[in-house]
């Protein structure tokens, strides 16, 4: 429930980060463009647009690498890695950042029914 929720949330809030980054533009942002935010364009971004966007990034990856993201520690520690590989290389692409800690984390995570 909680991730239904979060993630019509997720939909909603990169619609609005797209349309704070381009004015007069219509308010999506694709995946397409969504890949190309680097760390420290994410982390300019207001926190909960952040988190969206994020959760949005770790949702495609795990469903590409057939993982999900359960709602306890594993998750957590997805995203220690997520945030100490964006302080080490903020001009990185942040889905290079969240893909690689899922890479990483994958025999940690459940399988993908």
Do not use: W
């Not at 909680?2 to 809030?13: D, E």
């Not at 980060?17 to 308010?27: I, K």
């Not at 949005?56 to 997520?82: F, H, I, K, M, N």
């Amino acid at each position: 429930m909680i991730r239904k929720i979060l993630v019509a949330g997720a939909m909603l809030l990169v619609s609005a980060a797209a349309q704070a980054q381009t004015p007069g533009a219509a308010p999506t942002l694709t995946f397409e463009r969504a890949v190309f935010i680097t760390c420290k364009e994410a982390h300019a971004m207001p926190p909960e647009t952040r988190k969206a966007l994020a959760f949005y990034l770790a949702e495609y990856s795990a469903r590409y690498r057939g993982v999900t993201l359960p709602d306890d520690s594993r998750s957590g520690q997805v995203g220690y890695l997520v945030r100490g590989g964006c302080t080490l290389e903020p001009d990185a692409y942040l889905f290079a950042v969240i893909d690689r800690a899922i890479q990483v984390e994958a025999k940690n995570l459940p399988k993908r029914q």
